[in-house]
């Protein structure tokens, strides 16, 4: 069974940085076609933020970039959003995700997801 599982989230002011990580279990980061970090504020839709391919290509939506870096350790099994200059926008729950299904890109679907982390920006 496939265990995503966040961590590194946290409350923190306007302009500050925090890094997320996403373990995962009885999943492969090395082999995965593509892997991704989605949000989700209150009251609003689930949004993909970034994506990594298995060839290391990366993509973001535009209200990150610049500011969010996404990356992988294939010897730690592990997913990783680097956030720096953050907003109050930036406010949301963050979820890990993998097993594309289709195309890699902060649109796509996946098969896996974690529980998620929560991410709260103050001015």
């Known amino acids: 069974q496939v265990l995503l599982v966040e961590s590194g989230g946290g409350s923190v002011q306007a302009g500050g940085s925090l890094r997320l990580s996403c373990a995962a279990s009885a999943y492969t980061v090395s082999k995965s076609l593509c892997m991704g970090w989605f949000r989700q504020a209150p009251g609003r839709e689930r949004e993909g933020v970034a994506t990594i391919r298995s060839d290391d290509v990366t993509s973001y939506i535009d209200s990150v970039k610049g500011r969010f870096g996404i990356s992988k350790d294939n010897v730690k099994n592990s997913l990783y959003l680097h956030m720096n200059s953050l907003k109050p926008e930036d406010t949301a729950m963050y979820y890990c995700?993998?097993?594309?299904?289709?195309?890699?890109?902060?649109?796509?679907?996946?098969?896996?997801w974690g529980q998620g982390t929560q991410v709260t920006v103050s001015s």
């Open positions: 995700a993998a097993g594309v299904v289709g195309s890699c890109g902060t649109g796509g679907a996946f098969a896996y």
